[in-house]
Structure formats: structure tokens, C-alpha cells
């Protein structure tokens, strides 16, 4: 969330930042809305002065009637007071709700554009592997062997849940274990977080926890939801804190499992892991000073680099544009990895990592103590370690053989136990 005040001072260049993000938000009745609270607060203040004096008098020596007229008086400035409080609630309950549709403003070099095809690319790590055959989908090769079971899932859990099967289920250790150890070589702090939160928890990081338009999985007459993300959680755990300047920047690394309510539309951009209601994530999450954040953001995108990287998989790196951000990010990175079985061979989105500011440590709370002795808010920054299903999609598709096996990439061979995965014998 912006500072009001900025909205107020800056209204031109947040009503432009609204547009290039093409969202729905009226900074105007943002505007409105902290003047009529701006003079509610000012009328309050004369008021509680009054009240103030005529307490003041009332102590003095009074005859009858003057002690009479001061009570009145005093119940009659009660009264407003009472009926101030309950205007000035209703008015600032309104002015943050408001305020909760503006975006963050943007990084001076976020591309302009509305749709992810504006998104640009800024770096290409390796090259599409030509095959000597016709390279199968994921999802084929998957069941070729006997890896998921889409199937079943779909008859026990709904459409897109999934069973992983076989060596599937140690190939999705490896890579959590094969991230995590990544994120412990860069001095980040592992946890295993809780699947749900509360309600204030999700509006504070930025997602709508109930309506229409959610994206989470709420839980019904508990006030609480199951995580989409482990940055909910991260985010969630300094709530309502002053932290230790020197203790910054915080560096968190979570496994969760993350679950989604829209799994997309059917067809081959949906198709099997690429969006599913159901996978594990091993997330990053950052505290830091605001100046610290910029240098720590191109700080989790080499990770994010160097992760892929490992695994063989060739990536290409997107400085996403305005309209495909969403309403937390200052700025956005996207790696997509290579994936063969995409429309015929096609770039997807595998990680992305985010510069929030202090736009989440405004909804949360969260400060730290300057050196001037005034608090201010920290910034959060967020960034994918590993999304076991994507990247488990390209590992099939791009490491598959032309005998219909998978070669396991190397890096990953040590917590596999294995290096090939070969079709089973039929039963």
C-alpha cells in the first residue's frame, strides 16, 4: 500500500501508473477521502481540547449554575466526540480500502506494456536442444513412465490434482534438497512453513482472500486460507514488528506447499504440471533497508540463475512489463526455461522474483529503527528458489532420450540415487 500522503503529492504519476498497469483504482477518492480524515482528525483534536478545559473548569470553586451549564456542556462534547469517533472509523475504513486498490509504483526501466508478449528479454543462458527424434510433451513422457497419474487424481481430488509416482516422487526431493542447499551456501535462513494463514496475512502481502477474483483456497468461518506461496508466510512472520537495522537485510528461504484455486484455462499453455491446484515451492523472501533492495533484487535473480543454470535447463531472463505485474511488485523479473513440448517448443515461466518496496511493509507493519531514530518501513522482495513442477515439466522434456528415457541431470544425481529414469517392463 502507498502512503497516502505520496498519493496526494504525487496523484499525476500514480494515476499514470494505474494506467500503464491497466488496473481499476481511483486515486482521486483516495484523495478525497484522507482530506475528509485529514480535517475529521483536526475537528477531533478541537474537540478534545474543549473537553479538556471544561474538565479544567470544573475543578475550579462554581456556584450551581455554572457547575450545571459545564456539565451539559461537557455531555454535549462527549456526544460529539462519540459521534466524530464513529464518522472518523467509517471514513478511514474506507480511505484504506480504497487505498488498497493503488498499485506500487513502478521502476523507471519496467517496460510499458499491457500483456506478457511485452515483456522484455534481457538475457539468454544456453541453447534449445535439436533433437535427433520427435520430442514428446511432459505429459506423455510421464506416462510413458508411469510417473503421474493425472487420472486418478482427478477421480480422489478434482481436476488438476495429480499423484506423482515412482522415481518422479525422489526427482521431487532431489530438486528441493538441490535448492535448499543453494539458498544455504547464500547464508539465507531455511524454515518449512505453515500451509495456512490468516486472512489480514494474505490482503497485507497482496492477494484477495475471498470473492470472485481469489486465487486461494479460503477456509470457511476461520478467518484463515491455504497458502499460495511461502512468501505469504515469510512475509507474514515480521507482522507488527520493529526489527534490528543491523540485523539487515533477512534472508528467508521457505518450503511450502502452495495451493491454487485457478488453475487456468485447458489447453497446451495449462497443460499437466504447468498449472495445477497443488505443488511444492521452495521460496525466497528478503527484509531489507530501502537502500539495500535494488542490489539485493539482481542478488535473488542470480540465484535464480544459478539454480537453472545447474540444471542444464536453457532459460531465458524478462523484464516484465507494467500491465503483466502484479499490484505488490515495483519491479519483476521472470526466468522461462526452454520447454520442448510447448506448442511445438516454446519459453515458460519457471521463477519469478519481485521488488515490493515497501509496499507489503505498509499493509504488515513492518519497520526497523534508523539510524535518525525515527522507524520506517522495511522493503520485501520475494523470489522463486525452485517450483518443483515446472521445473520437473522441462527436466522430462528437455533431458527426454529417443528410447523414451529421462537422464537425470547431474547435479541432481546425488539425491536421486539414480541417473536414468527407463521405461518399466510391461506387466
Known amino acids: 500500500m502507498l502512503d497516502y500522503k505520496f498519493i496526494k503529492d504525487n496523484l499525476a504519476e500514480v494515476k499514470e501508473v494505474i494506467k500503464n498497469r491497466n488496473m481499476e483504482a481511483d486515486a482521486d477518492v483516495v484523495v478525497e477521502l484522507f482530506d475528509k480524515r485529514t480535517a475529521l482528525i483536526t475537528k477531533q483534536q478541537d474537540l478534545q481540547q474543549k473537553r479538556n478545559e471544561n474538565a479544567k473548569s470544573m475543578k475550579q470553586k462554581l456556584d450551581d449554575a455554572k457547575r450545571a451549564e459545564l456539565i451539559e456542556a ?106 535448499l542447499n543453494i539458498l544455504r551456501k547464500h547464508g539465507f535462513e531455511l524454515f518449512i512453513t505453515p500451509d495456512v494463514a490468516r486472512e489480514e496475512i494474505l490482503k497485507g502481502i497482496g492477494f484477495n482472500p475471498r470473492g470472485n477474483e481469489s486465487n486461494v483456497y479460503a477456509i470457511e468461518e476461520e478467518g484463515t486460507c491455504l497458502v499460495a506461496t511461502a512468501e505469504i508466510t515469510l512475509g507474514g512472520y515480521h507482522s507488527g514488528e520493529i526489527l534490528d537495522k543491523a540485523k539487515l537485510p533477512l534472508m528467508y528461504g521457505g518450503l511450502s506447499h502452495c495451493f491454487r484455486r485457478e488453475a487456468g484455462a485447458a489447453g497446451q499453455f495449462s497443460k499437466g504440471l504447468y498449472r495445477v491446484h497443488q505443488f511444492d515451492k521452495v521460496e525466497m523472501f528478503v527484509y531489507s533497508t530501502p537502500e539495500q533492495s535494488d542490489e539485493l533484487h539482481h542478488k535473488l535473480r542470480e540465484i535464480e540463475e544459478e539454480i537453472f543454470s545447474g540444471l542444464g535447463l536453457p532459460f531465458h531472463v524478462v523484464d516484465t512489463c ?106
Open 322 to 427: 507494467s500491465g503483466d505485474l502484479g499490484a505488490p511488485a515495483y519491479r519483476k523479473w521472470d526466468l522461462e526455461a526452454w520447454m520442448p513440448g510447448r506448442n511445438g517448443g516454446e519459453y515458460g515461466e519457471v521463477t519469478s522474483t519481485s521488488n515490493c518496496t515497501d509496499y507489503q511493509a505498509r499493509r504488515l507493519n513492518i519497520k526497523f529503527k534508523d539510524d535518525d531514530g525515527k522507524n520506517k518501513y522495511v522493503h520485501t522482495l520475494n523470489g522463486t528458489a525452485i517450483a518443483v513442477g515446472r521445473a520437473m515439466l522441462a527436466i522430462l522434456e528437455n533431458y527426454q532420450n529417443a528410447d523414451g528415457s529421462v537422464t537425470i541431470p547431474e547435479v541432481l544425481v546425488p539425491f536421486c540415487g539414480f541417473e536414468k529414469i527407463t521405461p518399466k517392463a510391461k506387466k
Open 74 to 179: 461537557g455531555k454535549k462534547i462527549k456526544e460529539e466526540l462519540s459521534a466524530m469517533d464513529k464518522e472518523l472509523a467509517e471514513v478511514e475504513e474506507k480511505l484504506e480500502e480504497a487505498a488498497r486498490q493503488i498499485p506500487n509504483m513502478l521502476h523507471p526501466e519496467t517496460p510499458i506494456g499491457k500483456l506478457d508478449t511485452e515483456n522484455l528479454e534481457v538475457k539468454v543462458v544456453g541453447t534449445p536442444r535439436k533433437f535427433d527424434f520427435e520430442p514428446k510433451d511432459h505429459v506423455q513422457i510421464a506416462e510413458d513412465l508411469d510417473l503421474l497419474d493425472f487420472d486418478r487424481g482427478t477421480k480422489v481430488s478434482g481436476p488438476k490434482f495429480y499423484y506423482l509416482k515412482n522415481e518422479a516422487v525422489f526427482l521431487e526431493q532431489a530438486l528441493i534438497q538441490y535448492a
